[in-house]
């Protein structure tokens, strides 16, 4: 027996020539002498010393299965071709090749009332594939191994005819079964017809069976919609499985109108806490509640979880936390775990002080005077500065008192520090320190847990936030954490009335919203969101005459009580910083392309908004009715152009285009030579190692380092104001798999992460790495960093200024 191989990649690996390779063409290659060891054991040596994506994309012919040991045609050798991954599985798992529904197994999980007694409502089918001689494939084994031989559709359908034949026998009639089906079987015409013939023979009545479609495959929402609906005027009920974690996103969910929307243990494991978990289950919850769906949650696994879901007013919910999967279903009550009413959604005060502390610049004591006055010639506006001995907070000096002449020391020039603040201090906290401390505008110093300086804030942005806090209350954006709803209406409604008219309004809108999230998926539809939420508040808030609020799904409003004569600026300021941050939420082919397509074929631009600026010039505002309409208007007309406009209201409006901003495209150069800097710093297990490096770059909110290996070497150097967001630990874990580690080995350069939900800091971040090198230029490790949206918009605003 031979074996051919039409090989696509370049190089082929130097260890074939051991194993017989012998060219017989530019691609095609044959091994001789397979008797010898076997073509079990010669597929095996093959893809342990081959590159697996170029593996994947090769065919094999073993020549062997044509008869005679050679090929009598082409048309016979075409014929026998297949993927050499189809090969190696058929020679693994011969058994695979027979008929399934002799190894196809049936279990079922219970869905259970949790918003009463833990009465079961219903069962799950659950595939499983009983190999002779081994262990029990689980569902996802089982199909995957049914991919690689092309069996899929044949698993699917044995699957589904044993849980008809099961459900007949051992459920009874009046207690629903859902049934997992694949959307490309489900796309079938025939298949239908087959499914209703399988339950009148087994007297299976159409209001017990739920059709589960499972997230195994991308599929045109419209034509899912299509044949679900076909499902439906037959009696039938729709599932939507996994959502929050797959293909199915809003479209889906819109466009299909299941009965039944399951979330994705992702979503629901560990929720409570989660603040951006939080958020997306109570959008997925209030859209399905919208759209007359039932909410069923999966994955639960710890009474905190149940707690959480019963708090969100979840109805249904299946996991180990209820019962395994078993061949004989549960029939009954099951009891429901004892819960804890602390875990429980509970609103809460997202107030953090470090969210809006500024870094400021800091001298060490012992700092010569000459270059403290160096330092203030350098930065002409900077007023004051904040004096540290060994990291902790000790004075303050005045830029007068550094400049005079006579003064001889730093010391000498020092003032005592008004108030420092701990970096925990409640909102209520701040309120009372202001009304104790009715001082002047001298800021106030933040200290860590440790006493260590962490940065300055004005009383002044206390106030504004303190003020914005009382007036919003809970009409606050999940997301955004910006005013929104009710509360913002009447803000533009009274503002409008005290300057009769005379206001100026800014509408900011995300350009191609939907058809970026229809593309990218709604987590990365929030990131977006929130990335230009970060943005504008980092350019426009902290004065009392602005109020920055967020005024839909992709839309935000900046109310301004005076005028701005650097608006237009400020506003192209804004265009620049998001279109460099969110351009980390794209494919990187889209970026090349420089703009994505959906599936009409339609081109969006990357990263692009649109600003109407209404400012009364073309007349008086009656009210935000009248303001919306004219910035709609205004916004039409921006939308016309492509990329980022801002559209000023006049006779006639004024259209300007997104203008490039020096410096913005190079933060990430900037952020990975800072990373690269940290190399020289000093490193241990000691999880306050890396505490200077955050006090001196208060963008990072994490860092480790792994070794040459990608194992972790030290636990994770968090930064203060991080406490109790992340976890620490993690020496000892491999992190080989990680694309950082992955990217940075493979090519030996810096690595810059597309925008991501961390689970970690239950944030969306981005991560850095750079290399690490021996004295031979040999990669003996890797420095990596993280940073949230909110530090990244921080230091976009930093780099602009």
């Not at 005013?483 to 409604?493: D, H, V, Y």
Request: charge should be negative; glycine fraction near 8%.
């Amino acid at each position: 027996m031979e074996l051919l191989l039409k090989y696509e990649g370049h190089y082929p690996p130097t260890a074939w020539e051991r194993l017989g390779a012998v060219r017989l063409g530019n691609k095609l290659w044959r091994f001789d002498g397979v008797e010898h060891q076997g073509l079990a054991a010669l597929l095996a040596e093959l893809e342990q010393v081959t590159d697996s994506k170029t593996l994947a994309e090769t065919l094999a012919v073993p020549l062997g299965a044509l008869g005679d040991g050679r090929a009598s045609s082409s048309v016979d050798l075409l014929d026998a071709a297949m993927p050499f991954g189809t090969l190696l599985t058929r020679q693994r798992f011969p058994w695979a090749l027979e008929q399934l529904d002799r190894r196809v197994e049936i279990h079922f999980q219970p869905i259970i009332e949790i918003g009463g007694q833990g009465q079961i409502y219903a069962h799950e089918a659950l595939c499983r594939l009983s190999p002779p001689g081994g262990e029990v494939l689980s569902g996802s084994d089982a199909f995957s191994l049914a991919a690689r031989l092309g069996r899929q559709d044949d698993l699917d359908l044995a699957a589904q005819y044993k849980a008809l034949s099961l459900k007949a026998e051992r459920i009874p009639a009046g207690m629903p079964m859902f049934l997992n089906v694949m959307p490309s079987t489900l796309l079938y015409e025939d298949w239908l017809p087959q499914l209703l013939n399988w339950m009148r023979e087994l007297g299976v009545d159409r209001r017990d069976l739920v059709i589960e479609v499972v997230e195994s495959e991308r599929i045109d929402a419209a034509q899912l919609a299509e044949r679900c609906d076909a499902l439906r005027a037959q009696g039938l009920r729709i599932a939507l499985d996994d959502m929050g974690a797959g293909f199915n996103g809003l479209a889906t969910l819109a466009m299909v109108r299941a009965e039944f929307i399951k979330i994705d243990r992702s979503l629901v494991h560990e929720a409570q806490g989660s603040r951006v978990r939080s958020v997306l289950l109570e959008a997925i919850v209030s859209m399905a509640e919208r759209l007359g769906a039932t909410v069923i949650a999966e994955g639960l696994e710890r009474p905190e979880d149940l707690a959480f879901c019963q708090g969100l007013g979840i109805r249904y919910a299946q996991g180990f936390l209820f019962a395994m999967p078993e061949p004989m279903p549960r029939l009954g009550r099951l009891s429901l775990p004892e819960t804890d009413d602390a875990w429980r959604t509970q609103p809460q005060d997202r107030f953090r002080l470090t969210d809006v502390v500024d870094p400021g610049i800091t001298f060490e004591l012992n700092t010569p005077i000459e270059a403290v006055r160096e330092q203030f010639r350098q930065i002409p506006h900077l007023p004051w500065a904040v004096v540290v001995d060994d990291a902790n907070p000790v004075a303050i000096v005045q830029r007068g008192r550094a400049m005079t002449s006579s003064t001889r020391s730093l010391a000498a020039a020092c003032q005592p520090l008004r108030r420092t603040l701990p970096h925990n201090t409640t909102l209520a906290g701040l309120a009372r320190s202001l009304y104790v401390d009715r001082g002047d505008s001298e800021p106030w110093t933040v200290i860590g847990p440790d006493g260590h300086y962490l940065g300055i804030i004005e009383p002044m942005t206390l106030v504004a936030h303190i003020l914005t806090r009382q007036e919003y209350g809970a009409n606050l954006h999940p997301l955004s954490q910006l005013p929104t709803g009710p509360a913002l209406r009447q803000a533009i409604e009274a503002r409008l009335g005290e300057r009769r008219g005379a206001l100026g309004l800014v509408y900011i809108d995300l350009d191609h919203f939907k058809a970026f999230n229809d593309r990218y998926g709604f987590i990365r539809g929030d990131a977006m969101i929130r990335t230009l939420a970060e943005i504008l508040r980092h350019v426009f808030i902290g004065r009392p005459d602005r109020l920055l609020g967020h005024i839909g799904g992709d839309d935000f409003i900046l109310i301004l009580d005076g005028e701005e004569p650097n608006l237009l600026e400020q506003l192209q300021r804004v265009t620049a910083q998001f279109h460099a941050l969110a351009s980390h939420l794209y494919d990187a082919a889209d970026l090349d392309r420089g703009y994505f397509a959906t599936e009409d074929d339609a081109h969006h631009p990357i990263a692009s908004i649109s600003v109407a600026c209404v400012n009364g010039s073309t007349g008086a505002l009656r009210d935000s009715v009248a303001a919306a309409e004219r910035a709609a208007y205004l916004k039409k007309l921006g939308k016309a152009e492509w990329g980022s406009v801002v559209v000023v209201e006049g006779s006639p409006p004024t259209v300007h285009s997104h203008a490039s901003i020096r410096g913005l495209d190079d933060w990430e150069e900037n952020a990975l030579a800072t990373l690269q800097h940290l190399l020289g710093m000093p490193r241990s297990r000691d999880p306050h190692a890396m505490d200077a490096a955050f006090k001196a770059y208060p963008f990072f909110e994490m860092l480790f380092e792994l070794d040459a290996h990608g194992v972790q070497r030290y636990p994770n150097w968090i930064n203060p104001n991080m406490y109790g967001r992340i976890r620490a630990g993690g020496a000892g874990a491999s992190r080989a798999q990680q694309p950082y580690y992955k990217a940075v080995c493979d090519t030996g350069r810096p690595f810059v992460s597309s925008i991501y939900l961390s689970t970690a800091s239950e944030d969306f971040c981005l991560t850095i790495a750079v290399p690490i090198t021996d004295e031979a230029g040999v990669l003996s490790g890797v420095l990596v960093g993280d940073l949230n949206l909110s530090s990244m918009a921080g230091l976009l605003d930093r780099r602009a200024e």
